[in-house]
């Protein structure tokens, strides 16, 4: 919301592009939430410029038990060893939090809504509401269901997908992991990561607006996505599907 504190979902290696861009806005504040620790949500965490500006507040949430349990987790990253820097070496006043899912919680005029995904040692989606309009980011996860089993085998939604159904309604814009294809999803099923088809199924039955593909894969080099938004121009039933891109602004009023 303009004036408000930009809300950042995970700390990426985009992080670093992001930051610079914040220190040149009016607000001096960022909220951030963190979907899990795994690395590549927080390779850029001390690269993240707001983190260096003492006149910058900053609040970091996570699916952790408090917000001391936030700070550690992420201490393990900053620990002088895989970075030279420290927790407490950072200028900024942070403060950190911890989000549940099914607690919304307050952020500006907007409310944030955690959603448990399913992923390797967990990871949480967000769901943002606020102005008129709602956007979800939904990674690392893999389908709400198994292979032959509610929307993956073609069938009425299980009591997981009837969830996220729910909070995801007449969402505006989703970001959904699709990093493998159907076929290497049967491949690789405990690595926690979906695939366009089934992020498609979810959301058109959520009766979302835009889904943007989402969490590529590293070997997913720049023709093979380019062979993707192709492939997706035409959109699934109505809806629109677009291919996530790095810097790319969305408009909710199109
Ligand atoms: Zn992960
Ligand atoms: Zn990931």
Redesign the pocket.
């Known amino acids: 919301m303009p004036g408000e504190a930009p809300l950042v979902f995970d700390l990426g290696t985009g992080a670093r592009q992001l930051g610079r861009a914040l220190l040149t806005r009016p607000e001096r504040e960022v909220q951030v939430f963190i979907s899990h620790f795994?690395i590549?949500?927080l390779f850029g965490f001390p690269f993240f410029s707001p983190v260096f500006a003492p006149s910058f507040k900053l609040r970091i949430s996570s699916p952790s038990f408090s917000g001391d349990a936030t700070r550690d987790r992420l201490g393990r990253y900053l620990n002088g060893i895989l970075h030279p820097l420290r927790m407490p070496d950072l200028p900024a006043p942070i403060e950190y939090g911890s989000v549940r899912p099914a607690r919304p919680v307050e952020a500006g005029s907007a409310t944030v809504t955690a959603v448990g995904l399913n992923h390797p040692g967990g990871s949480c989606g967000y769901v943002v509401s606020g102005g008129g309009k709602k956007v979800a980011y939904l990674?690392?996860t893999s389908p709400l269901s198994r292979p032959g089993e509610g929307l993956s085998g073609g069938l009425a939604p299980t009591a997981r997908e009837a969830e996220a159904i729910r909070l995801l309604q007449g969402a505006d814009l989703v970001a959904m992991?699709t990093m493998f294809s159907e076929v290497e999803y049967l491949e690789k099923m405990s690595w926690g990561h979906g695939y366009p088809e089934y992020a498609a199924l979810l959301c058109r039955a959520a009766e979302v607006k835009t889904l943007a593909l989402f969490?590529h894969s590293p070997d997913s080099h720049d023709d093979a996505l380019d062979g993707l938004a192709e492939r997706w121009a035409g959109g699934f039933d109505g809806m629109r599907v677009i291919v996530a891109k790095e810097g790319a602004d969305v408009d909710l009023e199109g």
């Open positions: 795994h590549d949500h990674t690392d992991d969490h």
